[in-house]
């Protein structure tokens, strides 16, 4: 168990709806980051959250944004949903900006 | 841009055999590089990491060896088991400070009594 909490563990909805996957990081840890695990496009990095503030964006589409609250838990909001937003969700934790990262068990999220 | 380049899988091995799967890397800087393991239905699990050249990453019988010359980070275990039947990432931090990771395919293994 990495510490690493997200909630749901599936998600299934349809094309076109607006989705929002949870992360609650380690217990002192402050950045945030989410990857996206696909069949065609493997792990990719989304997007880093440290201490509230928005630190470096990777391959996430304009269709998605995320946000870390002051208690720095994280949420992902997924909008104008589409069949190839199908993918597994992740997010991972670290104390600092350079320190190892921790990985939570997912968010499995179908698109019908 | 930066880049991990891994063996292609899938690989079956028996059980007790030695295993190495292959990982390259491209970057700029001076990158921390790791292997982080999938069991099935699980997220991933930091397995091992070396932080700079020529630094040794060891866990659970595996191992791995940062080579700046050959830009390399090839993951060994000298006698596998079937509890290591997993999918394996290889994977870089930019160390630029924003600590992003960019991962490999990922190489699924099965081991088989």
């Known amino acids: 168990d990495s510490g690493v909490t997200q909630t749901p563990k599936h998600l299934i909805t349809a094309t076109g709806q607006r989705v929002t996957l949870r992360c609650s990081p380690r217990s002192g840890d402050l950045s945030v980051y989410w990857y996206q695990q696909s069949l065609d496009q493997g792990l990719q990095f989304l997007i880093q959250?440290?201490?509230?503030?928005?630190?470096a964006k990777g391959n996430i589409l304009e269709r998605f944004s995320a946000q870390q609250f002051p208690d720095l838990h994280s949420e992902l909001n997924l909008s104008s949903l589409e069949l190839g937003d199908s993918a597994l969700y992740f997010c991972?934790?670290?104390?600092?900006?350079?320190?190892?990262?921790?990985f939570g068990p997912g968010t499995r999220l179908t698109v019908l | 841009g930066d880049s991990v380049t891994q063996m292609e899988g899938p690989v079956t091995l028996s059980e007790e055999a030695c295993l190495t799967i292959?990982?390259?890397?491209?970057?700029?800087?001076?990158?921390?590089l790791f292997w982080y393991v999938q069991y099935p239905g699980e997220g991933l699990q930091l397995l091992l990491k070396a932080t700079k050249a020529d630094d040794k990453g060891s866990n659970k019988g595996f191992e791995a060896t940062y080579r700046k010359e050959t830009t390399s980070f090839h993951l060994e275990k000298g006698s596998v088991q079937v509890s290591d039947s997993a999918v394996y990432f290889c994977?870089?931090?930019?160390?630029?400070?924003?600590?992003?990771?960019?991962f490999g395919t990922g190489t699924r293994l099965t081991v088989i009594p």
């Open positions: 994977a870089l931090s930019d160390g630029t400070g924003a600590n992003n990771l960019f």
């Open positions: 959250y440290y201490n509230g503030e928005e630190r």
């Open positions: 292959n990982c390259t890397y491209t970057a700029t800087g001076y990158p921390s």
């Open positions: 991972a934790s670290s104390y600092q900006r350079g320190g190892t990262q921790y």
